[in-house]
């Protein structure tokens, strides 16, 4: 059973930092690419980063490009989303997301707020 459960949200100043993790398990975490989306309130959900199974190929959203950083940790079965620079239009919800077997999966999501 393919299961993602994301931590690292909360309330972070303009300006600020923060890392998001995604702990992946029920599938060969090394084989997927995997995906951070987020949703804010009363807007669609957007992709934001994505990361290759092999981690070597990362793309960003071009409004968090410079600010974000994705990475993965093979060993750990985690993907992370190191944000910097925090702006208030990135409050959402954060989520992380893959698809294995051509179906789908999701997180229950985080929530970032960024706010002074």
């Known amino acids: 059973q393919v299961r993602l459960v994301e931590s690292g949200g909360g309330l972070v100043q303009p300006g600020g930092s923060l890392t998001l993790s995604c702990a992946a398990s029920?599938?060969?975490?090394?084989?997927?690419?995997m995906n951070w989306y987020r949703q804010a309130p009363g807007k669609e959900r957007e992709l934001v980063a994505t990361i290759s199974a092999a981690g070597d190929f990362t793309n960003y959203q071009d409004s968090v490009r410079g600010r974000f950083t994705i990475s993965r940790d093979i060993g750990k079965s985690t993907v992370y989303l190191r944000m910097s620079s925090l702006k208030p239009e990135d409050t959402a919800v954060y989520y992380c997301?893959?698809?294995?077997?051509?179906?789908?999966?999701w997180g229950q999501g985080t929530q970032v707020t960024v706010s002074s």
């Open positions: 997301q893959t698809r294995v077997v051509r179906i789908e999966h």
């Open positions: 029920g599938f060969t975490f090394r084989l997927y690419t």
